[in-house]
């Protein structure tokens, strides 16, 4: 059973930073284009990031363009979500997810979905 498991949620300061890693195993991992999504309370799932299969095309919401940064290590089966000049408004659970697609923003072309990370930016 495809697993993608978040690590990396906690409780920040504003203007401090995080570093979300995503863990995924039984899946061809290359083959996957890998996104990150965020809910906050009483707010529908938004995109945050995508990176296409080998790393070379990354896409990123306005919200969090210039502060996130998306990567991805093949070998390791591993995709990150560095987050700096955290806001209060990026407070929201963090979800890491995976596509056939070349990449996406849209969240029903995602297959495989992870439990979710806490993010909490106090100010």
């Known amino acids: 059973q495809v697993q993608l498991v978040e690590s990396g949620g906690g409780l920040v300061q504003a203007g401090g930073s995080l570093r979300l890693s995503c863990a995924a195993s039984?899946?061809?991992?290359?083959?996957?284009?890998m996104g990150w999504f965020r809910q906050a309370p009483g707010k529908e799932r938004e995109f945050v990031a995508d990176?296409?299969?080998?790393?070379?095309?990354?896409d990123y919401a306005d919200a969090v363009k210039g502060r996130f940064t998306i990567s991805r290590d093949n070998a390791e089966n591993t995709v990150y979500l560095q987050m700096n000049s955290l806001k209060p408004e990026d407070t929201a659970v963090y979800y890491c997810?995976?596509?056939?697609?070349?990449?996406?923003?849209?969240?029903?072309?995602?297959?495989?979905w992870g439990q979710g990370t806490q993010v909490t930016v106090s100010s």
């Open positions: 039984k899946l061809t991992f290359s083959s996957y284009a």
């Open positions: 990176i296409s299969r080998s790393g070379g095309i990354t």
């Open positions: 997810t995976a596509t056939l697609r070349p990449y996406s923003r849209a969240s029903y072309e995602y297959t495989y």
